[in-house]
């Protein structure tokens, strides 16, 4: 059933084309949901979340393209690759720690951690560990424009790819 959203608090939200993704939930404490919307956010579809047994909290990271939407609580990732309606949970993948940011483009997936930086290209069926010069680099957003990934950073500015983020500067 559709559904207005006021009076939700939003900890993420993701556009491609004419579909919005928002993350939040309805009071403090309560779980949070994934919503879907392909009216600018008029009415709003719920979505399921999949079971998460290392996070209860907030989704705080969304990033889609197509039909592919990447997403993460603070340690689990998910995917899916049908616009929402089938999710894939991945706990702890790698050991990365504490996910800081997700970023989907038309090659990869990418995925800044506490442990690094992490690159897929087969949609998130597995993941690899890349980046050179990022050593010892918190990234905290990500973002690709023109087939260039921008790294911001806690205290390094903005770093940059030319390469999928096998090397930044």
């Given amino acids: ?8 608090d939003f900890s993420a939200l993701s556009m491609t084309g ?27 579809d719920s979505l ?19 039909a592919t939407v990447l997403g993460s609580f603070s340690r689990t990732l998910i995917i899916s690759k049908d616009s929402g309606a089938h999710w894939t949970s991945f706990a702890n993948i790698l050991t990365i720690g504490s996910i800081r940011a997700v970023l989907t483009t038309d090659s990869a997936l990418y995925v800044a951690a506490d442990a690094g930086f992490y690159r897929s290209l087969d ?13 010892d680099t918190s990234i905290l957003s990500l973002y690709e424009h023109e087939g260039a990934l921008l790294a ?10 030319n390469d999928r983020g096998a090397t930044w500067t």
């Fill in 1 to 8: 059933a559709s559904e207005t959203l006021s009076n939700h």
């Fill in 18 to 44: 004419d579909v919005l993704y928002a993350a939040g939930n309805y009071e403090a404490g309560s779980p949070c949901k994934l919503y879907r919307s392909t009216n600018f956010g008029t009415r709003w």
């Fill in 48 to 66: 399921a979340v999949p079971n998460n047994p290392l996070d209860r909290g907030d989704i705080y990271h969304l990033s889609s393209l197509g």
């Fill in 123 to 135: 949609t998130g069926s597995t993941w690899n560990r890349c980046g050179t010069g990022m050593l």
């Fill in 152 to 161: 911001g950073t806690r205290n390094g500015g903005v770093l940059s790819s």
